[in-house]
DNA sequence: TGCTTAACTTGATTCACATCAAGGCGTAGG
DNA sequence: CCTACGCCTTGATGTGAATCAAGTTAAGCA
């Protein structure tokens, strides 16, 4: 059962401390959300023996960066992430938010070499998945072949909303549209979906949904004139979940 | 030459006319591109085998509808085909446009669901690929299994580099990268990469770009005046391929 | 504790692209 | 053959968000 234990007992004192490093599937409070999901207990045995735990990376660490050498995916313990591409001439966009319970990486299997970059944007922990690992069990389990497929695929309908996104929405729409999709997330996690702090800053926000930190900071005063949700800094309380969904104008 | 035959010989008049109507991947031109690449031959004939093809779409044909049932991921034999959303307010998103040897359908497999639908630009030939044979066979096939991991991360860095375009890049720069990329397609075809002709409108690229129809026209305008492109309609010559990256700006 | 720098907000101005409007051209159908 | 419609182009005008410019607040650090 131990893995690399570097020395005697880290394994024992890793199961005492659980709530914030979490040493198996099973016991995780995420694997309803996580890669696990729609696995036999005694498969996720299997799935649990290939996953390296590591210690927790701090804020702005990298988990990988683009051109490294791709050999695993992540999930997300705690804390979050953002993954981001750099162009040529030095800009960056940001492709993605990765809150726990979430698989990131998986961009890099198409050419062996990680097409983006993923840095933590708070002391965040994840769970490496070896790829040549995780392909070798798949062949096996028909159930975890199917789940990773379906992961992939999620990720490129989320894509494929992001494009809509940018391409049809107003400034107001995108940025009631993230705060939506995050309320959603934290949701999933059982937590509060209308009082959250968010993790990344506006400029981040702004990278990611093509506005300007001014603009994003302007529609955060809107909303907040409007009364559909009170901003202080990164607290963000819902007020009006209804008005946000009309302001974000994407139909339910 | 005699196309589909509705009765008898209809496999053999198909292998007589091979050029416009392959009957399996082992003698498919596309065959370098498309998803046997990788396997062996022996794998090439147990993956023909779960293949259907059936008769060309004609232009405007839908291969499937978002909302539909999924069943199957489909590579595209002959013409071009579009994939597209429809938002809640009756607009659509041109997500894709998909050329012969690639392939399509892929979002659906998250939700057992097809999250777009593809319509044909023109007569198209598709062949359909079941996916819940696919699975098994990949199971059995780590080389297969291991191709369509990679086939699924591609589209989702595509769609990453979509998503940056969108965000970060002007009208100019989004349509010579388009234009960039047809090219491109074109070549790993062994077709021309300087002359080809356009099988999509120009409301479908300003769609996909997130631009007007009067943009992409402009933009157009502009690339023959500078003696970039030659556009006739729907013909395209690119006159100054190294001009067009310098427009496109993307680096390399 | 105060200093320094990063992160955020707000306002004034500019600009790229959307919108509105009209005309040209190619193709299908009577 | 002519008419009609879809598709494309070009021009004039409008506008949402970018850019430019300050100032405020929060956060790290000596």
Same mark, same amino acid.
């Given at each position: ?21 979490? *040493? ?10 996580? @890669?696990? =999901? ?10 649990? /023996? ?43 966009? *940001? ?8 698989? @990131? ?5 198409? /050419? ?21 690992? =995780? ?8 159930? @975890? ?29 995108? %940025? ?15 937590l509060s979906a209308t009082q959250f702090r968010l993790p990344m800053s ?10 300007? %930190?001014?603009? *994003? ?8 004139? @409007?009364?559909?949700?009170? %901003? ?21």
């Amino acid at each position: 059962m131990t893995i690399h234990l570097a020395e005697s007992g880290e394994n024992a004192a890793l199961k005492q401390c659980s709530h914030d490093y979490q *040493v198996n599937c099973s016991s995780c409070r995420l694997n309803s959300i996580c @890669l696990p =999901l729609a696995l036999e207990s005694e498969d996720i045995q299997l799935l649990d /023996n290939i996953i390296q735990r590591s210690k927790p990376l701090q804020k702005n660490q990298h988990l990988y960066r683009e051109g490294d050498d791709f050999q695993s995916v992540y999930a997300v313990r705690s804390g979050t992430l953002k993954a981001y591409k750099t162009t040529d001439d030095g800009r960056e966009q *940001v492709t993605g938010f990765y809150f726990p319970g979430e698989i @990131l990486g998986m961009d890099g299997i198409s /050419n062996n070499t990680h097409a983006s970059s993923a840095k933590a944007l708070e002391t965040a922990a994840t769970c490496e998945i070896p790829f040549t690992s =995780l392909e070798k069990l798949s062949s096996h389990m028909p159930s @975890l072949q199917r789940h990773f497929f379906q992961l992939m695929s999620r990720e490129i309908t989320e894509d494929q909303l992001l494009i809509t996104l940018l391409s049809k929405n107003s400034a107001d729409e995108r %940025v009631a549209a993230l705060m939506l999709s995050i309320s959603t997330r934290y949701a999933r996690r059982k937590l509060s979906a209308t009082q959250f702090r968010l993790p990344m800053s506006r400029v981040d926000i702004g990278n990611y949904l093509g506005l300007t %930190v001014e603009t *994003v900071s302007r529609v955060f005063s809107r909303m907040q004139k @409007l009364d559909i949700m009170r %901003v202080d800094n990164k607290e963000i309380e819902i007020l009006d979940p209804e008005a946000l969904r009309r302001m974000a104008n994407l139909g339910r």
